[in-house]
């Protein structure tokens, strides 16, 4: 018989032993990261642990003083431009035109990024996200939190983009629109998106990330993953796990 060895598939976003920070300051010490298409990573850690460094080191804005950042195979550092082209990214707070509609917005945004904005193109997205077709033409400054998210989504699902970041995606979400945003989620992940979220919300990561990761001394210290079961993770003892972990820091 003869036997095939193919290369183990390229991560999307693929963070190699990466120290950096600001002036003197260390935040990420060897931090390494790898997420394919159609994963859901989610990253929890402290206060000041480092995970909005990791989502700026991925967009280009914090360069590594050693290790290696690649996003689709392109080094944000030395190519930011073709890296964020890549990425949506969707802040805690969603920054739209408020004085727009939820389609103008996208056209809008788009229209930046450099690609078409066909009408049904934009319907089908906003639609995807979960935004009934009455509220495609308001004005966004009338919209809800999740809302305003779910707009951010419907630009990703728009530009097909490999890669999605949050940031604390779920915060000032009551529980009925964290569900909702879970779900969609999981819709990303199914068209083959890598999502890396950081978050507090452990409850919320456990509903959706195939893996939570756990973010202490600028590396990553553990990495759980999804069980099969219907409860994904035993979300009682990681989270006894982490504030005993933190507690003894
Ligand atoms: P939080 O959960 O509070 O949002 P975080 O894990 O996202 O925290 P970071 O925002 O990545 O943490 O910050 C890590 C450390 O780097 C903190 O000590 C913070 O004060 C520091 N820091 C962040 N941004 C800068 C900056 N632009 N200049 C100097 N120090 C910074």
Known sequence: MTEHSFPAKQPILDIREVITGYGDTLVLNGLSLAIHAGEIQALLGANGAGKTTTLNLLLGFVRPRSGQVYINGIDPATNPTVARRQVAYIPENVALYGHLTARENIAYLLDL??????????????????????????????????????????????RHVPVLLLDEPTSGLDPLATMEFSR??????????????????????ADVADRIGFLRGGRLVEQVSAGTGVERFDVSALHRHYLNAEALR
């Open 113 to 158: 990024a450099e690609q078409s904005a066909d009408f049904s193109v934009i319907s089908e997205a906003l639609t995807a996200a979960g935004l009934n077709q009455d509220v495609h033409d308001r004005r966004i400054a009338g919209f809800s939190k999740g809302m305003r998210q779910k707009v951010a989504i419907a630009l990703a699902l728009a």
């Open 184 to 205: 969609l989620l999981g819709k990303l992940r199914d068209r083959g998106v890598a999502i890396l979220m950081v978050t507090h919300d452990l409850l919320g990561a």
